[in-house]
């Protein structure tokens, strides 16, 4: 389980575009939650700052309590490790096979092969691909590879998973199967945080949607909030 916090976060990038403005909220241990907007709305560049791939301009962005900022060159691996990523284009290697894709983080890491063959087949059989694992990706479909995807991100047992526009190629049953893992990932602890723009897909579920607009906090449903039709606009302004 994880706990974001983001304290009057900031992020603006050279020539003066200013991606985040002034945004406070937190994810919770153990929470699953969407983040939604408009395209640009700044959904990948939070997402960015939680993963350390970008740094705030201003505020703190905080895991677990640790501001993320203060964190040495030598200790963001071990940050990256304990978050999951999932693309909305899978990231995949197609000259390796599905069982080295979710290898690869382990290899990184330095597991023993005994170690590493276990945890890559737990979690290939985790998201119904084991038998899968000596194909090459680009035999499979577009759910079967975001499937790989998923199981490359949670391989290294993390604590928290950050999915961008996960389901964003896929037809609405297929999403609802990728979600579905998502929420079984999130039923034994492990915290999710989810940008998307699909909306008939986020007004199906019920859990606590994020609003950004324009890098600032539109607003926020809370789990349980729903409205009649399972429609966001329930989204209250923040």
């Given at each position: 389980?994880?706990?974001?916090?983001?304290?009057?976060?900031?992020?603006?990038?050279p020539?003066?575009?200013?991606?985040?403005?002034?945004?406070?909220?937190?994810?919770?241990?153990?929470?699953?939650?969407?983040?939604?907007?408009?395209?640009?709305?700044?959904?990948?560049?939070?997402?960015?700052?939680?993963?350390?791939?970008?740094?705030?301009?201003?505020?703190?962005?905080?895991?677990?309590?640790?501001?993320?900022?203060?964190?040495?060159?030598?200790?963001?691996?071990?940050?990256?490790?304990?978050?999951?990523?999932?693309?909305?284009?899978?990231?995949?290697?197609?000259?390796r096979?599905?069982?080295?894709?979710?290898?690869?983080?382990?290899?990184?890491?330095?597991?023993?092969?005994?170690?590493?063959?276990?945890?890559?087949?737990?979690?290939?059989?985790?998201?119904?691909?084991?038998?899968?694992?000596?194909?090459?990706?680009i035999?499979?479909?577009?759910?079967?590879?975001?499937?790989?995807?998923?199981?490359?991100?949670?391989?290294?047992?993390?604590?928290?998973?950050?999915?961008?526009?996960?389901?964003?190629?896929?037809?609405?049953?297929?999403?609802?199967?990728?979600?579905?893992?998502?929420?079984?990932?999130?039923?034994?602890?492990?915290?999710?945080?989810?940008?998307?723009?699909?909306?008939?897909?986020?007004?199906?579920?019920?859990?606590?949607?994020?609003?950004?607009?324009?890098?600032?906090?539109?607003?926020?449903?809370?789990?349980?909030?729903?409205?009649a039709?399972?429609?966001?606009?329930?989204?209250?302004?923040?």
């Amino acid at each position: 389980m994880a706990h974001v916090r983001f304290d009057n976060v900031s992020k603006s990038y050279p020539g003066g575009h200013q991606a985040l403005s002034e945004l406070s909220f937190e994810i919770n241990q153990g929470e699953i939650a969407f983040l939604t907007g408009h395209s640009g709305a700044g959904k990948s560049t939070l997402l960015k700052l939680i993963m350390l791939m970008e740094k705030a301009s201003h505020g703190q962005v905080l895991v677990d309590g640790v501001n993320l900022a203060r964190l040495s060159n030598g200790q963001i691996p071990y940050h990256r490790r304990r978050v999951g990523v999932v693309f909305q284009n899978h990231q995949l290697l197609f000259d390796r096979s599905v069982f080295e894709n979710v290898a690869l983080p382990l290899r990184i890491s330095g597991y023993t092969s005994r170690d590493l063959e276990r945890r890559v087949r737990a979690a290939l059989d985790k998201v119904g691909l084991l038998r899968y694992e000596k194909k090459s990706p680009i035999e499979l479909s577009g759910g079967e590879q975001q499937r790989v995807g998923i199981a490359r991100a949670v391989v290294n047992k993390p604590s928290l998973i950050l999915a961008d526009e996960p389901t964003g190629n896929l037809d609405p049953k297929l999403s609802r199967e990728i979600m579905n893992l998502f929420e079984q990932f999130n039923d034994v602890g492990v915290s999710v945080l989810i940008a998307s723009h699909d909306l008939n897909l986020i007004g199906r579920l019920d859990h606590r949607v994020i609003a950004l607009k324009d890098g600032r906090l539109l607003g926020e449903r809370a789990a349980g909030e729903r409205t009649a039709g399972g429609s966001t606009s329930g989204v209250t302004r923040g």
